[in-house]
């Protein structure tokens, strides 16, 4: 059985992505919020924050890990590199584990 087609549309602006180097994850029972970040030094900056149900997150997870799977079948496989540092003093605005 052939799958529908989906059309998604998005602005121009969207199509170009945007880079992060740095998430932090926080999580409450009905929802996981991902924040994404820039670590330019002397400051990081907030890309974008995504808030999803968490069957949404556990399926996400499961498509990231299908997709690294191929990618180190076709190329190499990743090595694990330690995070950047984070500044001393803190980054501005405070992140909290469980909300």
């Given at each position: 059985m052939e799958q529908p087609q989906i059309q998604i549309k998005a602005k121009d602006e969207d199509l170009k992505g945007n880079y992060s180097n740095l998430m932090?994850?926080?999580?409450?029972?009905?929802?996981?919020?991902?924040?994404?970040?820039l670590?330019?030094?002397?400051?990081?900056?907030?890309?974008s924050r995504i808030i999803m149900s968490p069957s949404h997150a556990k399926r996400m997870l499961k498509a990231l890990q299908e997709n690294i799977?191929?990618?180190?079948?076709?190329f190499n496989k990743i090595e694990e590199t330690k995070a950047p540092d984070m500044p001393q003093g803190g980054i501005g605005f405070?992140?909290?584990k469980n909300y």
């Open positions: 932090f994850v926080a999580h409450t029972k009905e929802e996981f919020i991902l924040d994404f970040l670590n330019a030094p002397p400051s990081i900056s907030l890309i799977g191929k990618y180190e079948g076709q405070n992140v909290e």
